[in-house]
Structure formats: structure tokens, C-alpha cells
């Protein structure tokens, strides 16, 4: 049983360029959210996908957005990015109506 | 003030000493609380959870809350090099379904 996966590794990008990180749930799993994890730091909330939608939203601009495929499968846009985006950006994968979240090993993302 | 405060360390013991890790919140809303572990470049990976005041137990492991204090503990016995990780608690309210508020993480190095 294949765990929550998320590509690529690791990504480089310079200021102002836009990124697309990806995460596939845990098998079985409805609802995926997305963090960020600066160093040092612990992880930081941005959203939660379920049925498709947006659901809930940290304290992000909106240059952080997102989209979940029918397969529940999410993806993770950065738009105009700057250095402070760098970072590890953790996928969580659960189902609906549960509090387990389960983690993938994260998009290692510098902006230069 | 952070909603979640945790000593980032790093804490150094010996191997087979039993381990101290510790959070406080200030949110009294939150009602269930997890320790993560996370290795170097991994994401985290849950251990322990937990949703009322009280021990709970798990091989080495014991979570222990304290709603009436904000305070909330994670005990690992019989230490070893191989819990050398970074330890995330992290806690989260009902009707905000799977979103988690993490402190820092503590560092901790178990030498053999």
C-alpha cells in the first residue's frame, strides 16, 4: 500500500518564476492538505482540498493556490515567487471526517 | 505569541535514558493533540495522538495531556540512537477538521 507521494524532490527556481508541486493521497484517502515547512520551523497550514474544493485556508496570499483532480490526487501553484518561498512543502493525506493526518516526504523548493 | 510554544533544543542524552519532550498552547479550543517525528529531509511521521487529558501509552511511547494546563508531553524510554530525530507536536479543533497547528519541533540527539 503506497503511501502519499509528492514530485518532484527537489526544485530550484528563481524570483518571480511560478511552480507546480504535486501530491497523490494515501490510497483510500479523500483529502489532502498542503504545508509548509520553513527551516527550523514546523510545518505551517496553507489548505485543505476535499470534494474538489477548497475547504479551509491558512494565513497565505494568494499567489498560493490549488486544485484536486477526481482521482483526489491535488497539485500545489506558487505564483511570482521570491526567496521566502523556499522551503519544504508537505503534502497530508486523511479522510474526510478524520484528524489522522498521514505526511509525504515533501517538495524541497529554493528560490533563488 | 505563538498558539503552540516547544523548545527547539537541541536536547543530547544517552542512550537508554528516558526522554522529556514538552509543548504549551494557548488556544484552549484545541481537542486533540499528536507527536510527530521527523527525520533530516523526511517528512513527519506520526507517532502518537491523542484527544483528552490523560496517558496514553504505544511500545516506548507515552503522550500525556493536560487540558487544565495547556501542557502537553511526549515520554520515549529506553532511548535509542535511532529516535535522533526532530519531534513536532501538533493540535487541531473538530470544526476545523484536519488542520493542524504545529510548534517549532525539538531537536533531539540520543549518542550511543
Known amino acids: 500500500d503506497a503511501g502519499v507521494t509528492q514530485s518532484p524532490t527537489h526544485l530550484i527556481k528563481t524570483r518571480g518564476q511560478q511552480v507546480t508541486l504535486r501530491c497523490s493521497p494515501k490510497s483510500g484517502h479523500d483529502t489532502v492538505s498542503w504545508y509548509q515547512q520553513a527551516l527550523g520551523q514546523g510545518p505551517q497550514f496553507i489548505f485543505q482540498y476535499y470534494e474538489e474544493e477548497e475547504r479551509q485556508r491558512g494565513n497565505f496570499p494568494d499567489r498560493f493556490s490549488g486544485h484536486q483532480f477526481p482521482n483526489y490526487s491535488s497539485e500545489l501553484n506558487v505564483n511570482a515567487l521570491w526567496l521566502g518561498d523556499s522551503a519544504l512543502y508537505l503534502c497530508?493525506?486523511?479522510?474526510?471526517?478524520?484528524?489522522?493526518?498521514?505526511f509525504g516526504p515533501g517538495t524541497r523548493l529554493t528560490v533563488l | 505569541q505563538k498558539e503552540v510554544e516547544q523548545d527547539p533544543g537541541p536536547l543530547s542524552v544517552p542512550e537508554g535514558a528516558i526522554v522529556s519532550l514538552n509543548c504549551t498552547y494557548s488556544?484552549?479550543?484545541?481537542?486533540?493533540f499528536m507527536w510527530y517525528r521527523q527525520y533530516s529531509r523526511k517528512g513527519p511521521e506520526l507517532l502518537m495522538y491523542t484527544y483528552s487529558s490523560g496517558n496514553k501509552e504505544d511500545g516506548r511511547f507515552t503522550a500525556q495531556v493536560d487540558k487544565s494546563s495547556k501542557y502537553i508531553s511526549l515520554f520515549i524510554r529506553d532511548s535509542q540512537p535511532s529516535d535522533s530525530a526532530t519531534y513536532l507536536c501538533?493540535?487541531?479543533?473538530?470544526?476545523?477538521?484536519?488542520?493542524?497547528?504545529f510548534g517549532a519541533g525539538t531537536i533531539l540527539r540520543v549518542k550511543s
Open positions: 488556544n484552549s479550543a484545541f481537542q486533540y
Open positions: 497530508a493525506s486523511s479522510l474526510a471526517g478524520s484528524t489522522e493526518q498521514f
Open positions: 501538533a493540535m487541531g479543533r473538530m470544526e476545523y477538521g484536519n488542520k493542524l497547528v
